[in-house]
């Protein structure tokens, strides 16, 4: 979603960028990448060919800067400028963006459910129930001793997940009731 025109429009991943760069102090391109790749969201790439482009973008705007180390590999520490920090903000606190359905791979895939035999709905509905119950068993150990952001984010995944198996268990009870006597 980022116009030549607009150039204080941040992609997703963009914000996320300058949002981890701020928010936990990640000051290499290496420590960034890492940092989504260890992300408990599947949907996040921690690829180099996803985080690379999108700093150098980034410094290419003037959002973030990069200062030589004195290291062997000749690291660039990057911080936020002024109109990085202008940028995440804005990108953070837009209520359109923040409140979009965007990216969630349930909803992609709860309308394929629907078209399944009821047998097969059923064993894909309880396989994804036992998914997110083991997701968020991992989501509660992850959160203990995270920065407030970062444990506002899991609270949030937490949340959505509780809300993802009310949906299983209500689509779960219309099958029965459509099927007396099914398993």
């Known amino acids: 979603m980022n116009s030549d025109d607009d150039k204080s429009v941040l992609t997703e991943i963009e914000g996320a960028i300058l949002s981890e760069i701020a928010h936990r102090g990640n000051t290499t391109a290496f420590r960034v990448r890492r940092a989504f790749e260890l992300s408990p969201s599947s949907e996040w790439s921690g690829s180099a060919g996803a985080i690379y482009p999108a700093i150098k973008r980034l410094r290419d705007r003037g959002l973030i800067i990069g200062e030589a180390t004195t290291d062997r590999r000749a690291t ?4 936020l400028t002024d109109a990085g920090q202008a940028a995440m903000l804005a990108w953070a606190c837009d209520p359109d963006r923040a409140s979009s359905v965007g990216i969630d791979p349930f ?4 309308g394929i459910w629907r078209r399944l035999p009821d047998a097969d709905r059923v064993i894909v509905l309880r396989g994804s129930a036992e998914s997110i119950r083991a997701n ?4 509660e150990e992850y959160r203990i001793g995270l920065d407030d952001v970062e444990a506002e984010r899991i609270e949030l995944s937490l949340a959505v997940q509780a809300m993802r198996l009310d949906y299983i268990a209500r689509q779960l009870r219309r099958l029965e009731e459509a099927t007396p006597g099914s398993p």
């Open 76 to 79: 660039l520490r990057i911080s």
């Open 107 to 110: 909803r992609l895939r709860s």
């Open 136 to 139: 968020i068993r991992f989501l």
